[in-house]
């Protein structure tokens, strides 16, 4: 997703995505296949839905606990 606006990576997670526990029906996560993240590894996205039912979608890049 990357330099792209993701508007079909997130539809396809919101689709196919399997929702996060304790947070059924507002958040879903979804293992892409294909790099989505800026760090050039990341493939999932996590999608959630708003008051409004609109969906929003981001990578889901690993916390670097180093820094």
Do not use: C, F
């Amino acid at each position: 997703m990357d330099g792209e606006n993701g508007v079909e990576e997130t539809q396809e997670a919101w689709e196919k995505g399997r929702w996060v526990r304790n947070r059924e029906g507002t958040v879903k996560e979804y293992d892409s296949g294909r790099v989505v993240g800026s760090d050039g590894v990341t493939t999932e996205i996590k999608v959630h839905i708003d008051g409004k039912g609109n969906i929003h979608g981001y990578p889901k890049i690993p916390l670097d606990e180093d820094k």
